[in-house]
């Protein structure tokens, strides 16, 4: 091939990337390989915390049921996940396992293309700026973090993107109005505290442009409808507004320290970029706003907090993503020298992100938090000692006592379901939260007249009453004193 046919050829493909279409392919492969490595590196089990814990038992549990039952059981829970999953196992037969290993990365592909189509359509930017943007956000630890697991977020901010981009765009008045709806209905549908981000985005704008101000709330009376009922079913809604007093809990100081942990691991180093890129935007700054309300409304008021700090700081990455393409662009880092500045800053977010996506590095546990994975390469319990929590589920298979409970904390909770062959069967599985104490639930246990109560856990874990039946290397299984029944 001439030197002159290899020249035509780059320059084609390097037109391609310069178009919408062909950038917004690239970054939905490279979301797809970014996420993929963590699935690839770990040959059976998919990733993630809530992956195994709660969207595997649950796609386990589709055998047999129709569609209508799925949306009814899961509707106050975001739907949408749960039905896309029951077509694509449906249609697909694939099990569990795989599918979640395949939803994950493609998900997250799907992010990437819908912020970088808001990035140029929706807001408006070039597209060196929108590809620069969208680049950052892609490799940010706590991007990468939101797509290990929470697959409904995922799937709710794709959605987000999509009607805020329409928003924006110059559509015909009534056609563009209801597809924000529509946008909004689905963005509820995947994941609700989403959706609500979604209506502070539309009405926020709506307000700052002084105009559609009565339109805007009419779109989206279908999604706010939607995200009422989907409250109501389980007597969530009024509580989703309000926080317990912390104080009572010993937890408020933990959660402030917490918040604050979550805060500098994730922004740390975008976080001058982002000062310097502030932008006064009446959507932008809407959803900053809230997202700011809800991170920290509790350290202010802990007794009328918005609940759900961690998940709103989570997704201050986005609108931070946009400041801080507009802090390279007034740092000049675009032209001349400075060029090969932007080049390096990239360079260095693309490496912490390999990193945390393939667990070969990390900065994360450097400051313990609650909500942030040190790496990709993690789920709810260590690689190591999936065979030991089997083995002890296998025991009690074999000898737990017809009509008794079995307690465990969270992060066991979707392994006892899968493996557990008893599970909710004769003997009923109480879950607690994680971290938590198994005392937290064990009048609820004794309240069923339950003939037993056993308790799974790691080995060191004591408490008052239980006592060691059996142990599988570093996990063991206790009984709880004499029970009256």
């Keep these: 091939m001439s030197r002159l046919e290899t020249s035509g050829r780059l320059g084609s493909v390097l037109g391609l990337l310069r178009g919408d279409v062909g950038s917004s392919l690239l970054f939905f492969v490279l979301g797809l390989v970014l996420r993929g490595v963590p699935e690839v590196l770990v040959s059976v089990y998919p990733v993630g915390y809530e992956t195994i814990t709660y969207y595997a038992p649950a796609i386990v549990a589709f055998s047999g049921r129709g569609l209508g039952e799925v949306f009814v059981e899961f509707f106050g829970a975001g739907p949408l996940f749960y039905v896309l999953m029951w077509l694509a196992s449906a249609v697909s037969g694939a099990d569990a396992f795989v599918l979640l290993k395949v939803v994950g990365p493609v998900l997250y592909g799907l992010l990437a293309v819908a912020f970088f189509v808001f990035l140029r359509r929706g807001l408006g930017f070039e597209w060196r700026l929108a590809f620069v943007g969208c680049l950052v956000l892609v490799f940010q630890p706590v991007a990468l973090r939101e797509s290990w697991d929470r697959f409904r977020t995922v799937l709710g901010l794709v959605f987000l993107f999509f009607g805020l981009t329409v928003l924006k765009s110059r559509l015909g008045f009534r056609f563009k109005w209801v597809l924000v709806g529509v946008f909004g209905v689905l963005a509820v549908l995947s994941r609700e505290y989403v959706g609500f981000v979604l209506f ?20 989206l009376v279908p999604a706010v409808l939607v995200f009422v009922a989907m409250f109501r079913p389980v007597g969530q809604f009024w509580d989703y507004f309000s926080v317990g007093n912390p104080f009572v809990s010993g937890s408020y100081f933990w959660m402030v320290q917490d918040a604050f942990s979550i805060f500098l691991v994730c922004y740390v180093p975008l976080l001058f970029f982002v000062v310097r890129g502030f932008w006064r935007d009446g959507l932008v700054g809407s959803v900053v706003g809230w997202l700011f309300l809800g991170s920290f409304s509790f350290v202010v008021s802990p007794w009328f907090a918005v609940p759900g700090y961690q998940r709103w700081l989570m997704l201050l990455v986005f609108p931070f993503s946009v400041y801080a393409v507009l802090g390279f662009e007034r740092l000049r880092l675009f032209s001349g020298r400075r060029l090969w500045g932007l080049v390096s800053v990239l360079l260095v ?17 450097l400051l313990p938090n609650g909500y942030v994975a040190v790496d990709l390469v993690e789920s709810s319990i260590p690689w190591g000692r ?19 409970a079995v ?48 308790w799974v856990s790691f080995s060191g874990s004591d408490a008052d009453g239980f006592s060691v039946v059996f142990s599988w290397n570093d996990v063991t299984v206790s009984e709880y004193g004499l029970v009256a029944g």
Excluded: H
């Design 200 to 219: 502070v985005a539309v009405l926020g704008y709506a307000v700052w442009e002084r105009r559609d101000m009565l339109v805007s709330a009419v779109a």
């Design 349 to 365: 977010f693309m490496v912490i992100g390999a990193g945390y996506s393939s667990g070969g590095f990390s900065y994360v546990g």
């Design 407 to 454: 307690l465990v904390e969270e992060r066991f909770y979707g392994w006892t379901l899968l493996y557990f062959e008893r599970a909710d069967v004769d003997v009923r599985v109480v879950p607690f939260g994680a971290g938590g104490s198994p005392f937290s639930v064990l009048e609820a246990a004794l309240d069923g007249n339950v003939g037993r109560v056993y």
């Design 386 to 404: 999936v065979d030991d929590v089997r083995a002890v589920l296998k025991w009690l298979d074999q000898n737990a006592v017809s009509g008794s």
